[in-house]
Nanobody, 129 residues
């Protein structure tokens, strides 16, 4: 069992930056790939970014590629999401997730075909215009 707790959400102006953190419980953190998803009001959950067990490989949705960066620190059981150049349409609850597999391309994440096993409760990011 893995418990995930997100933090770092808040209010930011358009064009600004924010860094989210997700801390995992347990001593098996390095066995899981990690990912970030988000869900805006009235919309379906969407994939944002994923990282493999070692942090050596990453996947991004086309919408955030070049602006967001996912990273992890296995010694701290923590995964991060650095978000730059935010726009108001990215206002959403951001969720951290852990999974036992790491999919070969972002396509499988965006299509919901790369299942994650554990989810956090989310942290709200609000981008003002």
């Amino acid at each position: 069992q893995v418990q995930l707790v997100e933090s770092g959400g808040g209010l930011v102006q358009a064009g600004g930056s924010l860094r989210l953190s997700c801390e995992a419980s347990g001593r098996t953190f390095s066995r899981y790939s990690m990912a970030w998803f988000r869900q805006a009001p009235g919309k379906e959950r969407e994939f944002v970014a994923a990282i493999d067990w070692s942090g050596g490989s990453t996947r991004y949705s086309d919408v955030v590629k070049g602006r967001f960066a996912i990273s992890r620190d296995n010694a701290k059981n923590t995964v991060y999401l650095q978000m730059n150049s935010l726009n108001p349409e990215e206002t959403a609850d951001y969720y951290c997730a852990a999974g036992t597999k790491f999919c070969s391309t972002s396509y499988y994440y965006t299509q919901g075909q790369c299942g994650m096993d554990y989810w956090g409760k989310g942290t709200l990011v609000t981008v003002s215009s």
